[in-house]
């Protein structure tokens, strides 16, 4: 079942979107970067991403939770994928954590 939240769109306004976590393979580049490769769908389809078009850094935290948007296409479409990073909570004791999420398709 696909969450909800809000993204902002290339208008800078902002917009709900349905949100689905997803697996994606990634290669991790030597600056550092992260280069998402394909999206694995929970029901075990691959899409392999043929393009990145756009590419963000991670914005400001909200809630703990920091994320960057990459714009990418698979095949022919166009679509948002992001990365979640949730900031190390000392008090807590749990490590910082990573995952992927993409705008699902009403």
Same mark, same amino acid.
Request: net charge positive; charged share 25%; hydrophobic share 35%.
């Given at each position: 079942m696909p969450m909800q939240d809000w993204v902002k769109h290339s208008g800078g306004g902002r917009r709900r979107a349905h949100k689905r976590y997803v697996d994606v393979y990634m290669r991790l580049t030597d600056e550092g970067r992260f280069d998402p490769i394909t999206v694995l769908w929970p029901d075990g389809r691959a899409f392999p991403i043929t393009e990145i078009v756009e590419r963000g850094d991670f914005g400001p935290s909200y809630r703990g939770v920091a994320t960057a948007r990459y714009k990418v296409r698979i095949r022919d479409h166009v679509? &948002? $994928?992001? $990365?979640?990073?949730? %900031?190390?909570?000392?008090? $807590? &004791?749990?490590?910082? %954590?990573?995952r992927w999420w993409v705008e699902a398709l009403g």
């Open positions: 679509t &948002n $994928l992001f $990365l979640e990073r949730k %900031v190390y909570d000392p008090s $807590l &004791n749990k490590p910082p %954590v990573m």
